[in-house]
T-cell receptor, first 111, second 115 residues
Framework: SQQGEEDPQALSIQEGENATMNCSYK?????LQWYRQNSGRGLVHLIL?????REKHSGRLRVTLDTSKKSSSLLITASRAADTASYFC???????????FGAGTTVTVRA | KAGVTQTPRYLIKTRGQQVTLSCSPI?????VSWYQQTPGQGLQFLFE???????NKGNFPGRFSGRQFSNSRSEMNVSTLELGDSALYLC??????????????FGEGSRLTVL
């Protein structure tokens, strides 16, 4: 079963706009990670936020974590066509790094 | 550094056959994990190996097995293939050194089609 649930399932935006997607999970976590997957390819790690952190930035990415609500959000600013991909949140319960992935959000950036 | 390498990239098998998939992790990474990705179930954890020992196992039947060699390369095997085993099988490695951030590095996957 999947621990994380992403919302929305799909998102279509214009180039230059921001894209926001959310992830909710069910149990306490050690950390939460976001990954990107281009069609039919492997996953690429984007950012990791630990359970004691509330916000993290990496380039055009901003991730927030609210452990009281068991939710996280990923914001991609000034989107580009190359950001078209599926985005997955993944939760780790302990330091064993067995990740539970959500169903993903498919983002389409229109030129 | 070379990335995670998975072979073969594509393969077609028939029901009842068995398949072996191979994964070479990033040099220096001793932990290798396997995930199954299907449209219906999404990404599901299969197992993780570290220093030739299976440390974690997901909720898959015994037909799914794996192993890791002394050079950290890993193989997974699926016996008595079923149609539902058609999936993208992803291998991921991670550093277990003091600088480990928990990040997984994924290969491009092996796409298995069972007819």
């Amino acid at each position: 079963s999947q621990q994380g649930e992403e919302d929305p399932q799909a998102l279509s935006i214009q180039e230059g706009e921001n894209a926001t997607m959310n992830c909710s999970y069910k149990t306490s976590i050690n950390n939460l990670q976001w990954y990107r997957q281009n069609s039919g390819r492997g996953l690429v790690h984007l950012i990791l936020i630990r359970s004691n952190e509330r916000e993290k930035h990496s380039g055009r990415l901003r991730v927030t974590l609210d452990t009281s609500k068991k939710s996280s959000s990923l914001l991609i600013t000034a989107s580009r066509a190359a950001d078209t991909a599926s985005y997955f949140c993944a939760t780790a319960f302990s330091n064993d790094y067995k990740l539970s992935f959500g169903a993903g959000t498919t983002v389409t950036v229109r030129a | 550094k070379a990335g995670v390498t998975q072979t073969p990239r594509y393969l077609i098998k028939t029901r009842g056959q068995q398949v072996t998939l191979s994964c070479s992790p990033i040099s220096g990474h001793r932990s290798v994990s396997w995930y199954q990705q299907t449209p219906g179930q999404g990404l599901q954890f299969l197992f993780e190996y570290f220093s030739e020992t299976q440390r974690n196992k997901g909720n898959f039947p015994g037909r799914f097995s794996g192993r890791q060699f002394s050079n950290s390369r890993s193989e997974m095997n699926v016996s008595t293939l079923e149609l539902g085993d058609s999936a993208l099988y992803l291998c991921a490695s991670r550093s277990t050194s003091g600088t480990n951030t928990g990040e997984l590095f994924f290969g491009e996957g092996s796409r298995l089609t069972v007819l």
